[in-house]
């Protein structure tokens, strides 16, 4: 439930960058959190609609019309089988421990920016950032007094409630994320306007390139948010998926989400460690989330949409917090100005940078390139294999 709130939002904001209405993000996230971990994903993961889809969508959208979504996203379906039959999943483990810590920095950064926006409109600012602070601080104390209630969604409450009592003026879900999302009711069930699909050779072809890199950085992403679900669990607590498992039980998710009139997603890292710090670990937990997003836009749409804005920044926020790897990341500026272990130290570095300044998928490939490169090239006592 407390996922399913936090998903709301980018959700809505992800349908927005696509060009559909905001509840195709909605029921997109829907289908493909439940899909996914019926078809076989890894347990703990959390799936749901993502930038990595909506950006690549928003061209082709803006163009030709919602019609293209469904073609768009049925063939990068497609080729995400065709990487899974291929068994590429397991080059995942080209990701080195450095590059992976560096792509968790820059995601951290992100998401803590991405909070921002919840404390943009004066003169209410004040009033914002002092719900958020005091749901982290919640966050952070109500495990040490009970644990049966996620602390993040017992934070979520306890100052919506508050909010609402002391008639504090933020920004809600329903004031942010348009009239007719929390409608409620089945009337709320998306549907997608404008022209049926071209399903010629020629646009098929011209859908190619887009459809392939949705595919590709879509897979990218469900294997480190399946990564991230095993480097936190310990040895035992959580079953163990093969990467190309996680990839064809993704594209299943994606085709049926597609046809259904969303436009798919992947494996979402911010969720997923929101899932884990709330004590989620199976497939249940991925269940639960898609139902409760369900339910909250059908049947509870009025009371979900008065929750303010700040509170769910504010657990975000510790989300990003957590998912800084603030030691390592001191321990690399160390070595490097020690000259000891420079390969690992300038790959997280590297890999922190550029995901968090430019792009995920080159901040994870440009880690591990400079690592391997500087393993080659250095002498064995800067952490190289020697020249």
């Not at 990839?247 to 997603?265: E, Q, R």
Request: hydrophobic share 55%; glycine share 10%; charged share 10%.
């Amino acid at each position: 439930m407390t996922v399913a709130l936090a998903s709301i939002p980018s959700s809505v904001a992800y349908a927005n960058i696509a060009g559909v209405s905001p509840l195709v993000g909605v029921w997109s996230s829907v289908v493909l959190g439940a899909a996914a971990p019926a078809l076989g994903s890894q347990p703990g993961v959390i799936s749901g609609a993502a930038s990595v889809v909506a950006v690549p969508l928003a061209t082709l959208v803006a163009r030709e019309g919602t019609g293209v979504v469904l073609p768009v996203i049925a063939l990068s379906a497609l080729i995400e089988l065709l990487f899974a039959a291929c068994r590429l999943g397991r080059h995942i483990s080209l990701v080195t421990p450095a590059v992976m810590t560096g792509f968790l920095n820059g995601l951290g950064l992100l998401l803590l920016k991405s909070q921002l926006k919840a404390f943009a409109h004066p003169p209410d600012g004040v009033v914002a950032v002092g719900l958020a602070l005091t749901t982290a601080a919640l966050v952070k104390l109500i495990p040490a007094f009970s644990k049966a209630v996620p602390a993040s969604l017992a934070a979520i409450v306890a100052t919506s409630a508050a909010a609402k009592a002391l008639g504090l003026r933020v920004d809600t879900l329903a004031s942010t994320c348009g009239p007719g999302t929390f409608a409620g009711g089945l009337g709320v069930l998306p549907r997608l306007a404008g022209a049926p699909p071209d399903l010629s050779l020629a646009a098929l072809l011209r859908y190619l390139v887009p459809a392939a890199s949705i595919a590709f950085i879509a897979a990218l992403e469900t294997l480190l948010a399946a990564k991230v679900v095993d480097d936190a669990s310990p040895a035992g607590a959580a079953a163990r998926t093969s990467p190309d498992v996680s990839i064809a039980a993704m594209a299943g998710g994606n085709a049926l989400s597609a046809a259904l009139g969303g436009f798919g997603g992947c494996g979402l890292i911010p969720q997923t460690v929101l899932n884990a710090q709330s004590g989620g670990r199976a497939r249940l937990s991925a269940a639960a989330y898609s139902l409760s997003l369900a339910a909250f836009v059908v049947f509870a749409a009025r009371l979900v949409g008065a929750v303010p804005l700040p509170c769910l920044a504010g657990v975000m926020a510790t989300v990003g917090a957590a998912t800084v790897q603030w030691a390592p990341t001191v321990s690399a500026l160390r070595d490097i100005a020690a000259f000891r272990r420079l390969p690992e130290a300038t790959a997280l570095l590297v890999a922190s940078v550029v995901c968090f300044r430019f792009d995920m998928a080159a901040g994870i490939v440009l880690g591990a390139v400079t690592e391997r490169a500087l393993r080659r090239a250095l002498p064995r006592r800067l952490g190289g294999g020697g020249a």
